[in-house]
């Protein structure tokens, strides 16, 4: 799985505990390129379309990329995760008519779901239901979970520590070096 780290500018640094060495940050957030559903084969179906920040398949499964934000109760910031949800065809064609218009932040929200896996929770984040709340331009839209037991709504509900978020750099950081 192939995760998006931005450049960490927090100046500060950590001890990794699967490592053992001495890492910028942790990251305050992680992004995924592409819906979970996005594959080599689906690139060459046509009608299908990956760009920064929507997606097609087959023209007929619409994406649009999202941040999914988890308080971070201890440090008075935010934890962002870079997501992508699935909307119908209808709210994918209005959103896209709204996207360079001031107004579309007056729109209610989208219902979507999380196509995102993402790779430190557990059962799967995959087809979560979610609102798609619009921002203004040049910002991507918030996602919000529905209020379930899932962790990761739990975590977008009551906020997570600076220890979990290094937890989250210690697991993603090293995917592939496990």
């Known amino acids: 799985m192939k995760v998006t780290v931005p450049d960490v500018k927090t100046g500060s640094t950590y001890t990794c505990s699967r490592?053992?060495?001495?890492?910028?940050g942790p990251p305050l957030g992680y992004g995924m390129p592409a819906p979970a559903h996005w594959t080599p084969e689906v690139a060459d179906q046509p009608g299908s379309v990956l760009g920064e920040?929507?997606?097609?398949?087959?023209?007929s499964h619409f994406f649009v990329r999202a941040r999914l934000v988890i308080p971070v109760t201890d440090l008075g910031t935010e934890f962002?995760?870079?997501?992508?949800?699935?909307?119908?065809?209808?709210?994918?064609?209005g959103m896209s008519?709204?996207?360079?218009?001031?107004?579309?932040?007056?729109e209610p929200?989208?219902?979507?779901?999380?196509?995102t896996i993402l790779p430190v929770y557990e059962p799967t984040t995959l087809n979560l239901k979610t609102k798609l709340h619009s921002q203004p331009i040049g910002n991507r839209p918030l996602v919000e979970l529905e209020p379930t037991d899932h962790p990761l709504?739990?975590?977008?509900?009551?906020?997570?520590?600076?220890?979990?978020?290094?937890?989250f750099?210690?697991?993603?950081?090293?995917t592939d070096k496990s």
């Open 19 to 24: 490592c053992a060495e001495p890492h910028d």
């Open 53 to 59: 920040e929507q997606c097609v398949i087959a023209g």
């Open 80 to 93: 962002d995760w870079g997501v992508w949800v699935s909307v119908s065809a209808a709210n994918f064609e």
């Open 97 to 106: 008519t709204l996207w360079d218009k001031p107004e579309r932040v007056e």
């Open 109 to 115: 929200p989208y219902f979507g779901w999380l196509s």
């Open 153 to 167: 709504a739990v975590e977008q509900r009551t906020g997570i520590t600076a220890a979990r978020v290094q937890w």
């Open 169 to 174: 750099a210690e697991q993603v950081l090293h």
